[in-house]
């Protein structure tokens, strides 16, 4: 799903993300979803920096229309459970408290709750 699909005049049109949570009102949330190997290694450096980027920009855009939107990063894989990078992933959704949430397909039904999607920003 490329962003100009989800938010006409986006700045970066053509940012791709993996999956968007809405209801008829508004959107929820932009998801980005990734298998993590356990190699480690560039992956476990690079995907931080990267999804960083990716949150500064989706957040910055709804922050400036006034939207609650957030973001999720979806990961898999048995590298995400490998401590440096559950660190990593962790901090930054510290980073952003109530706007960011990390989890693997297995935490989604404790995570990922209607209370914390139709949440105000910081909720």
């Known amino acids: 799903i490329l962003m100009k699909e989800v938010f006409a005049g986006y700045p970066n049109p053509n940012r791709p993300v993996d999956f968007v ?12 979803a990734r298998y993590d190997s356990d190699r480690g290694g560039a992956q476990e450096d690079d995907r931080p ?4 980027s990716a ?30 990078m559950w660190d990593d992933y962790i901090k930054l959704e510290n980073g952003y408290p109530g706007r960011v949430m990390v989890m693997t397909l297995r935490m989604v039904p404790e995570r990922l709750t209607k209370r914390w999607l139709f949440s105000g920003s910081g909720g």
């Open 49 to 52: 920096g990267q999804y960083r």
């Open 21 to 32: 949570i809405y209801n008829e009102e508004r959107v929820l949330a932009i998801g980005l």
């Open 55 to 84: 949150i500064d920009e989706i957040l910055g855009y709804a922050n400036s229309r006034g939207l609650d939107t957030k973001v999720i990063l979806l990961n898999d894989g048995p590298g995400l459970l490998l401590g440096p």
